[in-house]
C-alpha cells in the first residue's frame, strides 16, 4: 500500500505519485477509478485499448457455404 496526494495543477486536480510505488507507471498512461456502490472508495484500473474498435475493413468476408441456395422458393 502506498499513499497519494490530491495536488491542484492549473484547474485539475492530480493524483500524484511516490516515486517507489514499485508499480511501472508511466506518465501518459490512462487509468480508470471505479466507484464503489456507497461513493466512498475506489477501484483504480488501467484502462485497456479495446480491439473492437478499430476500422473494419471494406473488404466483404468471402461466402462460407457457396455451394446453399439461401432463396427457399415456397
Do not use: C
Not at 490512462?30 to 473494419?56: C, E, S
Amino acid at each position: 500500500m502506498f499513499e497519494v496526494k490530491v495536488v491542484a495543477r492549473g484547474d485539475s486536480l492530480v493524483l500524484s505519485l511516490p516515486d517507489n510505488t514499485g508499480i511501472d507507471f508511466t506518465a501518459g498512461q490512462h487509468w480508470l477509478m471505479i466507484p464503489t456502490a456507497d461513493g466512498t472508495a475506489f477501484t483504480v484500473v488501467p484502462k485497456l485499448v479495446n480491439p473492437y474498435r478499430k476500422q473494419q475493413s471494406a473488404d466483404k468476408m468471402p461466402e462460407e457455404w457457396s455451394d446453399v441456395d439461401w432463396h427457399v422458393d415456397e
